[in-house]
């Protein structure tokens, strides 16, 4: 086997895992330096299997796998831990990153940085009770990632964000004053977009601001919808 077509203990999150045949998987990966990656793992679901209890989601795995075409095989798999596995309501908020990397990240993009971020969504919100600021910041790192994030260095005038000043925002474009005329957008407060800017979203109040925003723009990125938050919304309802 051709050492360029093998790789070797990549650092990844499995984002799904589908039955395959009578006793393999399908699996998609995002890892560290090659993205989102299909494998197969075969025999993953024999009960003598190394795999087994090591596929799961949520956590950080180090995996190798070998092939050159699109879906590669997976050779091995080893958990690294870090942090329990999500429960809960948690448990929806590890289902919804996973899915935003699904929708918002190319197959064999490689993007470390939002490995990154995903490691440390993952992390807070399998350890932290009120995780929505990272939830956030994730949120907004694959808008970037997208080009579907606004600068949020300065307005469409060129001047820098001021924190009592009001600012309209719209999908592809730039954040103006609210006092510019025959504009439109949802209204968010300077302060808001600062903290976000800053990563220091803290503030209820800016966080219920940053939320509406990042669904602004991630509803005209993915009008289809995002499947997980619509399985919380619906929970919710029964409360």
């Not at 596929?55 to 091995?76: D, N």
């Not at 999500?86 to 289902?95: D, K």
């Not at 490689?110 to 956030?136: G, K």
């Not at 970037?144 to 994030?149: E, I, R, T, V």
Request: glycine share 6%.
């Amino acid at each position: 086997m051709s050492s360029a077509n093998r790789i070797d203990h990549q650092p990844a999150f499995l984002l799904s895992a589908t039955p395959w045949r009578e006793t393999s998987l399908l699996v998609e990966l995002f890892s560290r330096d090659y993205g989102r990656v299909a494998l197969v793992a075969r025999s993953a679901r024999k009960r003598q299997s190394e795999l087994r209890g090591v596929l799961v989601p949520f956590v950080p795995v180090c995996v190798s796998w070998y092939g050159k075409e699109e879906l590669k095989t997976l050779h091995r798999a080893e958990w690294l831990g870090g942090w329990p596995q999500p429960q809960n309501r948690a448990l929806f908020s590890g289902l919804y990153a996973n899915e935003l990397v699904a929708k918002l990240t190319a197959r064999e993009d490689p993007h470390p940085a939002i490995y990154a971020e995903l490691a440390e969504v993952m992390r807070r919100i399998a350890t932290e009770d009120n995780h929505a600021a990272a939830l956030r910041h994730f949120e907004w790192a694959l808008l970037q990632h997208n080009g579907l994030a606004p600068d949020l260095q300065q307005d469409g005038h060129g001047r820098p964000f001021v924190a009592e000043q009001r600012y309209y925002v719209q999908p592809e474009h730039p954040v103006w004053p609210q006092q510019t005329d025959g504009m439109e957008g949802m209204a968010v407060s300077g302060a808001a977009l600062q903290a976000l800017a800053e990563r220091r979203l803290s503030d209820p109040a800016h966080l219920q601001e940053i939320l509406r925003l990042n669904r602004l723009l991630l509803d005209f990125r993915l009008p289809e919808g995002i499947k997980s938050r619509q399985v919380l919304q619906q929970l919710q309802q029964f409360r």
